[in-house]
């Protein structure tokens, strides 16, 4: 049995495929041994999106991926239904002759991981789900248990890797319903739950979802809102890993969430954390989106 050195996990890295290179020599990662986690948003805004997709698409089983609302919204344009923004930087891709190759293998990614705090490397028997630490690309509905998002992410993923996911990409689309309540259809549910899990920063107290507000928690003016991992009684006992919020620049005080989102495609840096110490490592932007 080969052993695990290290787990590492990765923030969005939005195509910026220099600095990932250089942020895994650092740590000297190890394609045979390590494990890399990537917290989604593998591409869009950064250079070299083409370039990601393949390289994390040939770490195998080495690489463990969330997705991202900006890799979900590359699959709804490759399929035709939706347009790309030049902003968005996705040509090179979209015209790459693997594209549907690389577009079968990221629909066929999910929604969300779990990351063992052990050895990965030894099998536990009878493992309970809160024996690991998750991660998604943006956090936990603060209206769910762990039960919930671990169902609903396997749902997304079998509907998306599926035959109809065009249909499915299709009606991911629009901000209703934001309160898991209200919920009531598979349509409604599969929404809620991309939302939560690829696009939810704030929420309001009753736990439902806003879209609007990206700054930090200390320089959002409204009062009737609250970060999303203030509200979830999840975290308390489970730690959870997430990007997409940039403006947190990794910083929180609350107890078992881990940023990695730290602006790299905006000109700041990567950031990776190695799971067993918690020790991060960065790599600074080539340059200035």
Same mark, same amino acid.
């Given at each position: 049995? /080969?052993?695990?050195?290290?787990?590492?996990?990765?923030?969005?890295?939005?195509?910026?495929?220099?600095?990932?290179?250089?942020?895994?020599?650092?740590?000297?990662?190890?394609?045979?041994?390590?494990?890399?986690?990537?917290?989604?948003?593998?591409?869009?805004? %950064?250079?070299?999106?083409?370039?990601?997709?393949?390289?994390?698409?040939?770490?195998?089983? *080495?690489?463990?991926? /969330?997705?991202?609302?900006?890799?979900?919204?590359?699959?709804?344009?490759?399929?035709?239904?939706?347009?790309?923004?030049?902003?968005?930087?996705?040509?090179?891709?979209?015209?790459?002759?693997?594209?549907?190759?690389?577009?079968?293998?990221?629909?066929?990614?999910?929604?969300?991981? $779990?990351?063992?705090? *052990?050895?990965?490397?030894?099998?536990?028997?009878?493992?309970?789900?809160?024996?690991?630490?998750?991660?998604?690309?943006?956090?936990? *509905?603060?209206?769910?248990?762990?039960?919930?998002?671990?169902?609903?992410?396997?749902?997304?993923?079998?509907?998306?890797?599926? *035959?109809?996911?065009? $249909?499915?990409?299709?009606?991911?689309?629009?901000?209703?319903?934001?309160?898991?309540?209200?919920?009531?259809?598979?349509?409604?549910?599969?929404?809620?739950?991309?939302?939560?899990?690829?696009?939810?920063?704030?929420?309001?107290?009753? %736990?439902?979802?806003?879209?609007?507000?990206?700054?930090?928690?200390?320089?959002?003016?409204?009062?009737?809102?609250?970060?999303?991992?203030?509200?979830?009684?999840?975290?308390?006992?489970?730690?959870?890993?997430?990007?997409?919020?940039?403006?947190?620049? %990794?910083?929180?005080?609350?107890?078992?969430?881990?940023?990695?989102?730290?602006?790299? /495609?905006?000109?700041?840096?990567?950031?990776?954390?190695?799971?067993?110490?918690?020790?991060?490592?960065?790599?600074?932007?080539? $340059? $200035?989106?």
């Amino acid at each position: 049995m /080969v052993s695990i050195m290290a787990i590492y996990l990765v923030g969005d890295i939005q195509g910026c495929f220099t600095e990932l290179t250089a942020l895994l020599a650092q740590v000297n990662f190890d394609r045979e041994k390590d494990i890399l986690y990537l917290a989604g948003d593998l591409v869009a805004r %950064g250079p070299n999106s083409l370039e990601t997709l393949r390289f994390v698409k040939s770490l195998g089983k *080495s690489a463990r991926v /969330v997705l991202g609302n900006h890799d979900l919204h590359l699959l709804a344009v490759h399929a035709g239904i939706k347009k790309a923004k030049k902003s968005d930087c996705l040509s090179a891709l979209l015209a790459a002759p693997d594209a549907n190759e690389l577009m079968d293998w990221l629909a066929a990614q999910p929604l969300l991981q $779990k990351i063992p705090n *052990s050895n990965p490397s030894l099998k536990v028997e009878n493992e309970d789900l809160e024996d690991f630490a998750y991660m998604s690309h943006a956090g936990i *509905s603060p209206q769910w248990q762990l039960t919930d998002a671990v169902e609903q992410a396997e749902l997304i993923h079998t509907k998306l890797a599926g *035959s109809d996911r065009k $249909k499915w990409l299709a009606l991911m689309y629009g901000e209703e319903p934001n309160n898991w309540s209200d919920a009531i259809t598979d349509i409604e549910k599969f929404r809620y739950s991309i939302n939560a899990f690829t696009r939810m920063r704030f929420c309001f107290f009753d %736990g439902s979802l806003e879209f609007i507000q990206k700054d930090t928690p200390e320089n959002t003016a409204d009062t009737n809102i609250t970060p999303w991992y203030e509200l979830s009684k999840t975290i308390i006992n489970t730690a959870w890993v997430f990007g997409h919020w940039a403006s947190l620049m %990794g910083n929180s005080s609350t107890p078992n969430i881990y940023p990695l989102d730290t602006g790299c /495609v905006w000109g700041n840096e990567l950031t990776m954390l190695r799971w067993h110490d918690k020790k991060y490592f960065k790599q600074s932007a080539q $340059k $200035k989106k």
